[in-house]
Every structure is written in structure tokens, then in C-alpha cells.
Nanobody, 121 residues
């Protein structure tokens, strides 16, 4: 079995910073794309940023220049550095991978349980 476990959420004032982490557990051989999504109350889940195994990144327009996604392939971990946070960044942030390969199986569309980020004005 594979799990993605997020950490680092919390309450921060507007203009502040937070770093989210997401680690994958299990006998993992390879993780393809890793990404962060978020879902604000009453809104659909949206892509925040993604990163390929080769470190090619993609960002939502709303976070470009403020958020940075990175990954450590040796640790099976992805990070999201969030700077200049705004109240509209308030949401549950979810870690995601499109494909996780273990010694025994391949898992697709794997989600974490989410971590809440609240930005106060």
C-alpha cells in the first residue's frame, strides 16, 4: 500500500509564509508527477503546482511568483514553499501523484488526506 502524508499547514497572517511537505510511505521504487491541489470552501479542487520527476514545474497563475514547488526524489517527498500568502489562499491543500510504483504494484491517482492552510487578513 502507498500513502501520501502532508504536513505543515496552519494559521498564518496575510503576507506570511508557510512550507508544506508531503512524504510518500511504502516500498517505493519511483514516483512520477507530484503535485499540490487545493480546495477552498464551496469551491472545486484546483491545481496549485506540479513537478515532474525531472523537476519540470507548472504553476497556477494565481500563485506564480509566490509559491515554489520542489521535490527530493531520494526522500520521496514534495514541498510547497508559500510566500506572500493572501486570505484567498485559504484552503485544504492536497498532495497528489499520478503514478507511484512500488516493488509489488503500481498505484495511480494517489491523494493525501489534506492539510488546512488558513490565511487571516
Amino acid at each position: 500500500q502507498v500513502q501520501l502524508v502532508e504536513s505543515g499547514g496552519g494559521l498564518v497572517q496575510a503576507g506570511g509564509s508557510l512550507t508544506l511537505s508531503c512524504g510518500a510511505s511504502g516500498s517505493i521504487s519511483n514516483i512520477n508527477v507530484m503535485a499540490w491541489y487545493r480546495q477552498a470552501p464551496g469551491k472545486q479542487r484546483e491545481l496549485v503546482a506540479s513537478i515532474t520527476r525531472g523537476a519540470t514545474t507548472n504553476y497556477a497563475d494565481s500563485v506564480k511568483g509566490r509559491f515554489t514547488i520542489s521535490r527530493d526524489n531520494a526522500k520521496n517527498t514534495v514541498y510547497l514553499q508559500m510566500n506572500s500568502l493572501k486570505p484567498e489562499d485559504t484552503a485544504v491543500y492536497y498532495c497528489y501523484s499520478d503514478r507511484v510504483i512500488t516493488r509489488s504494484a503500481t498505484f495511480v491517482r494517489v491523494w493525501g488526506q489534506g492539510t488546512l492552510v488558513t490565511v487571516s487578513s
